[in-house]
């Protein structure tokens, strides 16, 4: 007659843990979520009581004119670093602002501004807009003044004079922010040309120009394609001096990037990254196609330390530096791979307390330092240095398709910046490389039948058919182990009470025996979930990075790369993402019909009801886990019930029932 059940502790305290990680999890989230919207709602509200005219602007506010001549005042003077004992260059009237020149290609809305003679504002038109962008009647921001006087195409540093080595220290050095020797990215450029529109080839054409010490000028022609991703820059120096000289400089790339989300909640919940890529590589071989490159991941907080091998690549050839969010990114490409002698990630600061929350989180930057020029002889003017600015998704079509536009006379592999999955700012080359397979066939799935959520269903159902014989195996197994128990139980009786080392063993090596000759082991039961790891992993790689992902809509899902959200409420818990629910129901209820060995001692026992509860836990700690994933694990539950059925029913043909081990 089978016992009454007692008070049993570890199920009292799993189903607790459970549900007080869920309301406090979501509490937590929930009032975060709040007070980050309140705070961006009030200050939205003064902004526009103070500024009733103007609309919130994307950069950091410049402070009022009498505060900037108070830092003006309160910052140290820079002297012009020229050989002591010569003249000082004359100081040089800046021109009148021609004020910001606005472009909208197909694919980019761009504001270039002449201080400093560089794109002040980027932002991605069609087809790259997701609803949320669209109901607030722009595109989605990507470039801005997130660090006041960092500016894309900006030049903080700029060095000319003689080209002898010896006579290095009399080169003029333009890095100050006051002075004769102002730096280039804070002063007012010279607009010489301007072409208002595209031509008949789709090009728009912007030329500045910088008079330095009377005697050398410095010019930036910006092309920008109407229907390209990426905005051009030809940078040329002329030699109007009596004597020959020799420059270079530091340009910037990316000044880090805006988060892909809206101003008052730019993370929507889900998991956001920035990082920077910086690509180099060996000189090539005479008669050899070039290597390919090695790509530095630097992440915001290791920018922020001294410069370094870590935060900065100097190789032969240095070719690209990019910075990414989630699913866009901004890369500056060198022309020439000998141009720039070192690319570098650097800290971009951030505003904690700004309006916008997209400047709030930590950000990095990329600049490029130019090797010395060859000798400019007297009224020359440079052939003039090229770069390309990549602004668009992170995607293998896009960066393919930029590459082969730009036609490079080496090809720069630009495609090597996408990484699928990283850990703890480190990355995983063997997971990203079986992510990028999986990815693969993701897409041909998704292609092949015109939805993405059907493509993660069918690659679901195909990895499901690869482990099958991982999984028919634990099943026979565990069959095996069932009927096994008798014995097991005579064996623990046989040894109960003997305590000694030599006993144990004795008792292990029985144990060992009888499970061999049964045909049992519990390495089966282990083997597929240690198969799943790199599965998972690089399935969370594709979910979170993939590009095809984002915007994928499928029944009531509107975005497979965020939480599914099938209701929001004004109320706790705020929003019900109904997948992680779905998940633990078919987790629980795949785990009542599977045939589990009764356990043999108390630990095997917690061990058992432990597992019993893992699904509430994993849905809780996957509640608001993009919504492709959870579909994943949704349709795997399905196909792993579907799939035990066929097991019992056809391949184990003296299955034991559930029951008859309780039972014994």
């Known amino acids: 007659m089978p016992q009454p059940r007692k008070f049993d502790v570890i199920q009292i305290l799993g189903v607790a843990s459970a549900v007080l990680l869920l309301l406090g999890g979501n509490y937590y989230l929930s009032v975060k979520h709040a007070r980050e919207r309140l705070e961006w709602?009030?200050?939205?509200?003064?902004?526009?009581?103070?500024?009733?005219?103007?609309?919130?602007?994307?950069?950091?506010?410049?402070?009022?004119?009498?505060?900037?001549?108070?830092?003006?005042?309160?910052?140290?003077?820079?002297?012009?670093?020229?050989?002591?004992?010569?003249?000082?260059?004359?100081?040089?009237?800046?021109?009148?602002?021609?004020g910001d020149i606005t472009?909208?290609?197909?694919?980019?809305?761009?504001?270039?501004?002449a201080k400093g003679a560089a794109i002040h504002k980027a932002m991605l038109l069609a087809p790259y807009i997701d609803p949320s962008h669209k109901a607030r009647g722009r595109g989605l921001d990507l470039l801005a003044e997130i660090e006041a006087g960092k500016l894309a195409y900006g030049m903080p540093k700029f060095e000319i004079g003689p080209p002898e080595p010896e006579r290095k220290q009399e080169r003029l050095v333009f890095d100050a922010a006051n002075g004769p020797l102002k730096a280039l990215s804070h002063r007012i450029w010279k607009l010489d040309s301007n072409s208002n529109g595209f031509d008949a080839e789709g090009r728009w054409t912007i030329r500045y120009s910088?008079?330095?010490?009377?005697?050398?000028?410095?010019?930036?022609?910006?092309?920008?394609?109407?229907?390209?991703?990426?905005v051009e820059v030809d940078i040329g120096v002329s030699n109007q001096s009596d004597a020959p000289a020799m420059f270079s400089y530091s340009l910037y790339g990316a000044p880090g990037v805006m988060l892909d989300g809206p101003p008052e909640n730019p993370k929507g919940g889900g998991y956001v990254s920035i990082v920077a890529e910086l690509a180099g590589r060996e000189a090539p071989a005479p008669g050899q196609p070039p290597p390919s490159p090695d790509v530095l991941p630097v992440w915001p907080q290791t920018a922020a330390a001294v410069q370094s091998d870590k935060n900065s690549l100097s190789k032969p050839q240095n070719l690209w530096g990019g910075v990414k969010n989630r699913f866009f990114m901004a890369m500056l490409i060198s022309?020439?791979?000998?141009?720039?002698?070192?690319?570098?990630?650097?800290?971009?600061?951030?505003?904690?307390?700004?309006?916008?929350?997209?400047?709030?989180?930590?950000?990095?930057?990329?600049?490029?330092?130019?090797?010395?020029?060859?000798?400019?002889?007297?009224?020359?003017?440079?052939s003039g240095d090229r770069y390309a600015l990549y602004l668009g998704p992170a995607s293998e079509g896009q960066l393919g398709e930029t590459e082969s536009q730009l036609s490079?006379?080496?090809?720069?592999?630009?495609?090597?910046?996408?990484?699928?999955?990283?850990?703890?700012?480190?990355?995983?080359?063997?997971?990203?490389?079986?992510?990028?397979?999986?990815?693969?066939?993701?897409?041909?799935?998704?292609?092949?039948?015109?939805n993405y959520g059907i493509g993660v269903i069918l690659l679901t159902l195909l990895i499901k058919l690869c482990l099958h014989p991982l999984q028919r195996k634990m099943m026979v197994s565990m069959n095996k182990m069932q009927k096994l128990q008798p014995e097991l139980k005579k064996l623990q009786e046989k040894y109960k009470g003997q305590t000694s080392t030599q006993a144990k063993q004795r008792m292990f090596q029985e144990q060992q025996d009888i499970m061999r000759k049964g045909g049992a082991?519990?390495?089966?039961?282990?083997?597929?979930?240690?198969?799943?790891?790199?599965?998972?992993?690089?399935?969370?790689?594709?979910?979170?990075?993939?590009?095809?992902?984002?915007?994928?809509?499928?029944?009531?899902?509107?975005?497979?790369?965020?939480?599914?959200?099938?209701?929001?409420?004004s109320f706790f818990p705020q929003e019900l993402n109904l997948l992680p629910v779905v998940y633990a129901v078919l987790q629980l209820l795949q785990m009542k019909i599977s045939p589990q060995p009764k356990p043999t001692d108390p630990q095997q026992e917690m061990q058992q009801k432990m597992m019993a509860y893992m699904p509430l836990v994993f849905s809780v700690m996957l509640y608001r886990m993009a919504s492709g994933l959870m579909l994943y694990f949704a349709a795997s539950a399905i196909f792993g019930m579907l799939e035990s059925w066929y097991i019992r029913r056809f391949l184990i043909k003296d299955m034991m029932p559930v029951a008859a081990t309780a039972k014994k």
């Open 103 to 113: 472009v909208q290609a197909a694919q980019l809305g761009l504001v270039f501004t």
């Open 335 to 382: 022309a020439d791979p000998n141009q720039l002698i070192r690319i570098s990630a650097v800290h971009i600061a951030n505003d904690p307390n700004s309006r916008d929350l997209r400047l709030a989180e930590p950000n990095v930057g990329i600049l490029g330092l130019r090797r010395d020029s060859s000798t400019l002889e007297t009224g020359k003017s440079s």
């Open 41 to 98: 709602e009030q200050a939205q509200a003064q902004w526009q009581a103070e500024h009733p005219a103007e609309q919130p602007r994307i950069s950091n506010p410049s402070p009022p004119p009498a505060e900037q001549k108070k830092e003006a005042e309160a910052q140290p003077k820079v002297e012009p670093k020229v050989e002591p004992g010569l003249p000082p260059p004359p100081a040089e009237a800046e021109p009148a602002d021609a």
């Open 521 to 569: 082991s519990y390495s089966a039961g282990c083997l597929p979930m240690f198969v799943q790891l790199p599965i998972l992993t690089a399935l969370y790689g594709v979910v979170n990075r993939a590009f095809d992902m984002r915007g994928a809509e499928f029944l009531w899902i509107k975005d497979l790369s965020q939480a599914d959200r099938l209701a929001t409420f």
């Open 408 to 450: 490079p006379a080496q090809p720069l592999h630009l495609a090597y910046s996408l990484q699928y999955f990283d850990m703890a700012s480190t990355t995983w080359p063997r997971v990203d490389w079986f992510a990028r397979q999986m990815l693969t066939v993701f897409r041909f799935l998704s292609r092949v039948f015109g």
């Open 210 to 230: 910088a008079t330095l010490a009377q005697k050398y000028v410095v010019s930036k022609t910006f092309t920008i394609h109407k229907d390209r991703e990426y």
